[in-house]
């Protein structure tokens, strides 16, 4: 499918972790790697993407460590003054959504702590999205994944072929993520992710190629990962 030019997208990204199994004195997503903190990456990553018109920020309260950060960038894309985050993902993306201007038909919400999505994986998402109404990078899974019960007992072996472990970001029409969590506004602590957001409203979710680079930051291990992929590709 192509670009449809008109597509404006506004990106909710998600900072408002404070890394706890990470640890440290400051959140991950502020560690840098040869000068560049993770959040910085992640703007200039976002910033290849052209169809992305809007960024907001989503920040635990308190933060005064985005600015600075921002401060650092010339970004093509408008960033609109911060909200601050709740005590649930779904939560935090509710106050996001809500800032965002009226003309804005479509939302990513991206993770600041997977801050190296590649062009290709951006524009594979948004055009599967535009497709679809909903789209999310995945991967398959190849490991043997087992179900277990509260014992830690195997209850079931599952079929690795229907499974993937999908990434951010995760696009639909803002119509959408809004109809689901008015929906679901009673229950929003038991989604830990957009798309089950979505499907639980019955909302088709496409899946489109996620990327092995594109991990999740959330251990000193994942850390150490990403500066060895870094210095190889930078």
């Excluded at 959140?27 to 169809?51: C, D, S, W």
């Excluded at 920040?59 to 005064?64: I, K, R, V």
């Excluded at 600015?67 to 601050?84: D, F, H, I, K, R």
């Excluded at 993937?164 to 679901?184: G, H």
Aim: proline share 6%; charged share 20%.
């Amino acid at each position: 499918m192509r670009h449809n030019p008109t597509m404006r997208v506004g990106v909710l990204f998600l900072a408002a972790g404070s890394g706890r199994r990470f640890g440290g004195d400051i959140p991950k997503q502020y560690e840098r790697i040869n000068g560049l903190t993770l959040v910085e990456l992640g703007l200039r990553h976002l910033a290849a993407e052209a169809r992305i018109a809007w960024l907001q920020p989503v920040l635990a309260e308190g933060d005064n460590r985005f600015a600075a950060c921002l401060a650092a960038q010339s970004l093509p894309y408008t960033v609109l003054p911060a909200v601050t985050g709740g005590a649930e993902r779904s939560i935090s993306m509710s106050r996001g959504l809500a800032a965002l201007p009226a003309e804005c038909d479509w939302v990513a919400v991206q993770d600041a702590a997977r801050p190296i999505p590649s062009p290709t994986l951006l524009a594979a998402v948004l055009d599967a999205a535009q497709e679809h109404g909903a789209a999310v990078p995945g991967m398959d899974v190849h490991d043997t994944i087992k179900q277990v019960d509260e014992k830690g007992m195997v209850v079931a072996t599952l079929d690795r072929s229907v499974l993937r472990a999908v990434q951010t970001p995760q696009v639909a029409r803002r119509s959408s993520f809004e109809e689901a969590l008015a929906r679901f506004s009673g229950e929003l602590q038991h989604f830990t992710d957009d798309a089950s957001l979505l499907e639980a409203a019955g909302y088709p979710v496409f899946i489109s190629p996620g990327e092995a680079a594109n991990r999740k930051i959330t251990t000193r291990q994942d850390m150490d990962w990403l500066r060895r992929h870094w210095e190889e590709v930078a």
